[in-house]
């Protein structure tokens, strides 16, 4: 059974803005936090922005602080990421991923996390 579905990628040029969306199946226990993670072609996937799947306690990575917001549509189970004056380095595949833990920790680390979406691929030129 798939349970979290991205979408919305493209490409655009630095500056512009790109919204992606991740339906999250409502077998996603409610006790979850949800991920977005990017790679970009040949590097480590890194944690971009997390939040409770109760609609509370956004986080952000240093580096999209400001510029991303992550949000999420209980009714409709949907997240997403609203990104906001992209730069070439934001270019990768985008992850919507849940696991039962929430932390900074797991940003920089994001390997373990539980369950992963198939990905949605944003390029930024410059």
């Known amino acids: 059974q798939v349970q979290l579905v991205e979408s919305g990628g493209g490409a655009v040029q630095a500056g512009g803005s790109l919204s992606l969306s991740c339906v999250v199946s409502?077998?996603?226990?409610?006790?979850?936090?949800l991920y977005w993670i990017r790679q970009a072609p040949g590097k480590e996937r890194e944690g971009v922005a997390f939040?409770?799947?109760?609609?509370?306690?956004?986080r952000y990575s240093d580096s999209v602080e400001g510029r991303f917001t992550i949000s999420l549509d209980k009714t409709k189970r949907i997240l997403y990421l609203q990104m906001n004056d992209l730069k070439p380095d934001d270019s990768g595949t985008y992850y919507c991923?849940?696991?039962?833990?929430?932390?900074?920790?797991?940003?920089?680390?994001?390997?373990?996390?539980?369950?992963w979406g198939q990905g949605t691929l944003v390029t930024v030129s410059s």
């Open positions: 991923a849940a696991d039962p833990r929430g932390g900074y920790g797991l940003l920089s680390a994001p390997g373990s996390l539980e369950r």
């Open positions: 939040m409770h799947i109760d609609g509370t306690s956004m």
């Open positions: 409502a077998s996603i226990p409610r006790v979850y936090w």
